[in-house]
Structure formats: structure tokens, C-alpha cells
């Protein structure tokens, strides 16, 4: 499994970024899939998670603010990222994990950089 992300960028702060990750290779329809962002000198935190099914999960500091999606075939998720901070500054991680499977894959991070 790939997972291929894109999007990112240089946006002021009140700006928009659209990241996207398509998943290729054999998945499970059980999987779920997430943005998770890393700031030098910090752990990886969790932004939004998606299943299947369409249930999403946000963290605190982007609820409101970012909408995560996934496509109809459900390989590709998206964040929009809206309202942009300059503690939103990160690299974007897209992660999948397919319990069915018992594995987890990560996409190689994206820049995501919010500065006037």
C-alpha cells in the first residue's frame, strides 16, 4: 500500500489549503483513514480521522476550522484546511490504518507553512 500526499503549501494567516492523499494497493473496507501534523521538537498530534462509514474525528485546535473527506471509492481522503493560524505551521502526515489487515502505512509529509 502507497499513499501519495500533496497539497501543501505557503498561505497566510486567514488563508485555505486543500491537502489530499490517495491510497493505492490491496485495503480492507474497514480502514481509517487521518491527517496527523509534526512540528519540530514535538510528537506527531492527530488533526482529523475518517472511516468508511464517514464518521469524523477532529482535534480541538482545528474543529470548526478543517473539514476532513474522503472520495466515493474511499481511497482518497482530503482535508480543507480553512481559516488558517500560524500554529497550524506543520508537516502534514496522511495515515492509514486497516485493521483487517493489522497493518497502518504513512504518506510522506507535506509542508503546510502559515506566514504573512
Known amino acids: 500500500v502507497q499513499l501519495q500526499a500533496s497539497g501543501g503549501g505557503l498561505v497566510q494567516p486567514g488563508g485555505s489549503l486543500r491537502l489530499s492523499c490517495a491510497a493505492s494497493?490491496?485495503?480492507?473496507?474497514?480502514?481509517?483513514m487521518a491527517w496527523l501534523r509534526q512540528v519540530p521538537g514535538k510528537q506527531r498530534e492527530l488533526v482529523a480521522s475518517?472511516?468508511?462509514?464517514?464518521?469524523?474525528n477532529y482535534s480541538d485546535s482545528v474543529k470548526g476550522r478543517f473539514i476532513i473527506s474522503r472520495d466515493v471509492a474511499g481511497n482518497t481522503v482530503y482535508l480543507e484546511m480553512n481559516s488558517l493560524k500560524p500554529e497550524d505551521t506543520a508537516v502534514y502526515y496522511c495515515?492509514?490504518?486497516?485493521?483487517?489487515?493489522?497493518?497502518?502505512?504513512w504518506g510522506k509529509g507535506t509542508q503546510v507553512t502559515v506566514s504573512s
Open positions: 494497493g490491496t485495503i480492507s473496507s474497514w480502514n481509517v
Open positions: 475518517i472511516n468508511i462509514g464517514g464518521f469524523r
Open positions: 495515515h492509514l490504518d486497516d485493521p483487517h489487515y493489522g497493518r497502518n502505512y
